[in-house]
T-cell receptor, first 116, second 113 residues
Framework: GAGVSQSPRYKVAKRGQDVALRCDPISGHVSLFWYQQALGQGPEFLTYFQNEAQLDKSGLPSDRFFAERPEGSVSTLKIQRTQQEDSAVYLC??????????????FGPGTRLTVL | SQQGEEDPQALSIQEGENATMNCSYKTSINNLQWYRQNSGRGLVHLILIRSNEREKHSGRLRVTLDTSKKSSSLLITASRAADTASYFCATDPLGGSQGNLIFGKGTKLSVKP
């Protein structure tokens, strides 16, 4: 595809349910980032992959959040036992270089998660 | 935690006018980037300015960076209705992880035809 795609675009979950959010980065992009964007706020960093290696997960808010990129392309962000405070837009971005530094990050449209 | 603070939070102008948005940040940086986000969409990269640069142009966009004041400005000249969006500055902090960006809260720009 031409850009970063994410699915689903919208997800409604009942509190306590597990959810899985998918990101398809631009083909050949080495770096992949996940961000969380609350309503009216800027995106906040969650985690970073270089190929299949998760090099930074310092932004994950709790151990209920887990991300993987097993083959170095598609990535999944999983949230277990969702809480209302998890409601946000989850953005995925990819960049060509092995470091996000000085390489443009291309963002997907996001998945809007609503936890009832 | 968010590093950048955009000012103003909201800006409403007429088509053809110039729009200026400011960003202040807290720690030393490798570079600063500006992004645009249309309602319900992902972010689109506009421009990157390195810490050793003071000004950069791209089409109708002009970005300045003052590292001594830890601030940046984005100027959009001859605005169009299609420029209506939220604009975010994002910093790549010196000594930070490999390029994860720290975003401000954004300026919501409305350009009226």
């Amino acid at each position: 595809g031409a850009g970063v795609s994410q699915s689903p675009r919208y997800k409604v979950a009942k509190r306590g349910q597990d959810v899985a959010l998918r990101c398809d980065p631009i083909s050949g992009h080495v770096s992949l980032f996940w961000y969380q964007q609350a309503l009216g706020q800027g995106p906040e960093f969650l985690t970073y992959f270089q190929n299949e290696a998760q090099l930074d997960k310092s932004g994950l808010p709790s151990d209920r959040f887990f991300a993987e990129r097993p083959e170095g392309s598609v990535s999944t962000l999983k949230i277990q036992r969702t809480q209302q405070e998890d409601s946000a837009v989850y953005l995925c971005a990819s960049s060509l270089g092995s470091s996000g530094r000085l390489h443009t990050q291309y963002f997907g449209p996001g998945t809007r998660l609503t936890v009832l | 935690s968010q590093q950048g603070e955009e000012d103003p939070q909201a800006l409403s102008i007429q088509e053809g006018e110039n729009a200026t948005m400011n960003c202040s940040y807290k720690t030393s940086i490798n570079n600063l980037q500006w992004y645009r986000q249309n309602s319900g969409r992902g972010l689109v990269h506009l421009i990157l300015i390195r810490s050793n640069e003071r000004e950069k142009h791209s089409g109708r966009l002009r970005v300045t960076l003052d590292t001594s004041k830890k601030s940046s400005s984005l100027l959009i000249t001859a605005s169009r209705a299609a420029d209506t969006a939220s604009y975010f500055c994002a910093t790549d902090p010196l000594g930070g992880s490999q390029g994860n960006l720290i975003f401000g809260k954004g300026t919501k720009l409305s350009v009226k035809p």
